[in-house]
């Protein structure tokens, strides 16, 4: 299916963007609470219920599809396969690098950032770790020798800002801090690289539009030193089916050591998602949400923010409520409504907002 993709400059460019991959997403501008289903992944997972239902499911098909996922989000993200960690979500990955920092650790975050990539270190404070936040637009600036860990989201969940992500990877290298940084709002939509982090985490069911249940951990090299897999099972072992009994533990030596037990159901309409996500390109798509975002603001008399999530401010919630009386699905968070344009959406969503909005 060919689409009209809108640019951030007012221009547009028919391209295949394989919109046609989705159900009917029209209304729907909520991709940054979740995805729609393309109707590979609709068909994987009807089809993996009716085998289910008939006793055909197989641990070891299950665990093909983990594979096939892991390679996937890795080609998206630019790094290798070796890197890509799976499990189930981001607070709990985020809690391992927080139990691997040392006591008395620092670790920096942007202000108002989504609470998985607070809370797990606000619950080390037993043992010392404190937590400073400062604006997002000085968190380069704040990075400090004394600093342990700089952790942060790409694109805030609030507003959809994007960070300065290379100026703050910078800033940690040049005093030897570490960096952990959330793509959850940023893969599937942002071209982005997990390469420069030390630590990455990314819920899928978001932008990349899988099912709720899969989500990824990146580490670098010299992150897999210090990192401690305290959640260790039976799927981080070399051997995963060597590893059900203990005592004995040998672990895998590159990021599967950091694996847990994956959400079996979820992982067969996960990867129908993520082999769509992996085609196309991701420039492309970042000029078509971002196109659409700015020319609903051209619309309503406001700022462009060149972001796929515009924002404005509904402290009391009438623009939500007025948008889903129109049928149209949004999302408010922190005193603001969220509107976001992902694959599915083109002008007649612009319209259809700018039309409720402009009341």
């Known amino acids: 299916m060919q689409t009209e993709l809108l640019w951030c400059d007012g221009s547009s460019h028919t391209s295949m963007i394989g919109m046609d991959s989705f159900v009917d997403g029209h209304g729907y501008l909520a991709a940054c609470t979740a995805g729609l289903p393309t109707r590979g992944t609709l068909a994987a997972m009807r089809a993996d219920l009716d085998e289910w239902g008939t006793g055909g499911s197989s641990p070891i098909r299950y665990g093909d599809l983990v594979e096939e996922g892991r390679a996937l989000f890795a080609q998206i993200v630019g790094i290798d396969a070796s890197r890509v960690s799976t499990g189930s979500q981001t607070s709990a990955m985020t809690a391992v690098v927080a139990s691997s920092l040392p006591d008395g650790a620092e670790v920096l975050v942007p202000e108002g950032d989504f609470s998985s990539i607070v809370f797990p270190f606000l619950a080390q404070a037993h043992r010392g770790v404190r937590v400073r936040s400062v604006p997002l637009a000085s968190l380069a600036m704040a990075v400090t020798p004394d600093t342990a860990l700089v952790a942060w989201s790409a694109v805030q ?203």
């Open 157 to 359: 969940s609030a507003t959809g800002a994007v960070a300065e992500n290379d100026a703050v990877v910078a800033a940690a290298r040049a005093v030897g801090v570490r960096t952990l940084c959330d793509l959850t709002q940023a893969a599937g939509i942002l071209p982005i690289s997990a390469a420069p982090f030390d630590v990455t985490v990314t819920h899928a069911y978001k932008w990349l539009c899988a099912p709720r249940g899969v989500a990824f951990l990146t580490v670098s090299p010299a992150a897999q030193e210090w990192l401690r897999p305290v959640q260790a099972g039976w799927y981080a072992g070399e051997d995963v089916w060597s590893s059900c009994y203990g005592p004995e533990m040998r672990l895998a030596d590159d990021a599967r050591r950091f694996d847990v037990s994956p959400a079996w159901q979820a992982w067969p309409g996960a990867v129908a998602a993520l082999r769509h996500v992996a085609s196309l390109d991701m420039d492309t798509v970042w000029r078509h949400g971002t196109g659409l975002a700015d020319r609903l603001a051209a619309r309503l008399g406001v700022a462009g923010q060149s972001q796929a999530v515009m924002t404005v401010p509904d402290p009391s919630g009438a623009g939500l409520a007025a948008l889903a009386a129109a049928g149209i699905t949004a999302s408010g968070r922190a005193g603001r409504l969220r509107l976001a344009f992902h694959h599915w959406n083109d002008e007649s969503d612009v319209d259809a907002v700018a039309a409720v909005l402009g009341r």
